[in-house]
């Protein structure tokens, strides 16, 4: 403790013998549990509470007093500084011991991988999260397949390697997509298609529920030949660090690349992003219709077209 830490504590020493607790007693609040035990591995959700957490060391055995505990981390101003984690911790530890362990020291952290993000934007929520190095996150792109990092909560080990995060995330994919992937080959559509469409579909649509709107249309296309015609594959060529999903120009939609869908024929050459339950499934769930065409208006509503022309009517009344 430092000397503001010893004159508080020695205050509230005081206060105690003056209100007839014996100091030995009031000493042992503090003080570990037990003489020696395991180190035991807690987690810690985002959803629990300071004193929910309090009342759970309690119970479990890893403190004394809850009123020690609390009077430790008020002391030392790390009130609701318990962030949700995995920590590694002992009934050998005394609360100071305990208060510090839990502050500072998590050995694993919750991190939320949203849909729709390239694995670059993946790499750059985890170096933020969990202070990766550069190295480290680049190992973590180098060995993450776009598309098949899936968007999950995940609490991962800080000491785990970019590899090891990248297969956690691949393995929860294989997991979460697998009856998919099975209902997928009984309608013919290869795993690689599957997750292409998927991704497209994760960047389109304004929300889960039109998703097998946009899967559709897109699906249409493709039956008729068409290109594609989606902007989302034309950002996902021209992203970079300062920019992952840059607005498309007019211009850029004669760039050179196996992802502008404005050129090549089908599909593009991979995934865009890396799409979430509700995109893979509206692949094998799409909506029957005749629509060739869509639009979103300024305030993300859809608008259909079946020909061309009724396509640039809408433009001309929702986007001008």
Excluded at 31 to 42: E, G, I, L, Y
Excluded at 92 to 111: C, D, G, H, Q, Y
Excluded at 145 to 152: C, R
């Amino acid at each position: 403790m430092n000397k503001a830490l010893k004159i508080i504590f020695a205050v509230v020493v005081l206060l105690a013998i003056i209100a007839g607790t014996s100091i030995i007693i009031f000493l042992s609040q503090f003080s570990a549990p037990q003489k020696k035990a395991s180190t035991d591995r807690v987690v810690v959700n985002a959803s629990t509470t300071q004193s929910q957490l309090i009342s759970k060391l309690k119970d479990q055995g890893y403190i004394k007093s809850t009123w020690a505990f609390k009077e430790v981390l008020k002391m030392k101003n790390w009130n609701n500084k318990i962030q949700p984690g995995a920590y590694e911790i002992s009934k050998s530890m005394t609360v100071w011991k305990l208060a510090e362990e839990l502050v500072n020291n998590p050995s694993e952290k919750w991190i939320v991988v949203p849909e729709g993000l390239r694995k670059e934007e993946v790499a750059e929520i985890l170096q933020t999260k969990l202070g990766l190095s550069d190295s480290v996150k680049q190992e973590f792109i180098d060995n993450s397949q776009e598309g098949y990092v899936f968007p999950n909560t995940y609490l991962i080990n800080l000491s785990f390697s970019g590899r090891q995060i990248a297969q956690i995330m691949r393995n929860q994919f294989n997991e979460k997509a697998a009856d998919i992937f099975k209902a997928a080959v009984k309608d013919n559509i290869r795993n690689d298609t599957l997750v292409i469409l998927a991704s497209l579909i994760q960047r389109e649509a304004a929300n889960n529920e039109e998703m097998p709107t946009i899967a559709g249309v897109i699906w249409n296309r493709m039956d008729k030949k068409m290109p594609l015609q989606i902007d989302a594959s034309v950002q996902y060529a021209l992203g970079t660090k300062s920019d992952w999903w840059p607005k498309v120009k007019p211009t850029d939609y004669k760039i050179d690349s196996p992802y502008n869908t404005y050129i090549v024929k089908g599909k593009p050459v991979a995934p865009i992003c890396n799409p979430g339950l509700a995109a893979l499934k509206a692949v094998i769930n799409s909506k029957d219709s005749d629509y060739l065409y869509y639009i979103h208006d300024s305030k993300g509503q859809i608008h259909l077209a079946k020909t061309y022309n009724e396509q640039l009517a809408n433009i001309e009344k929702y986007l001008k």
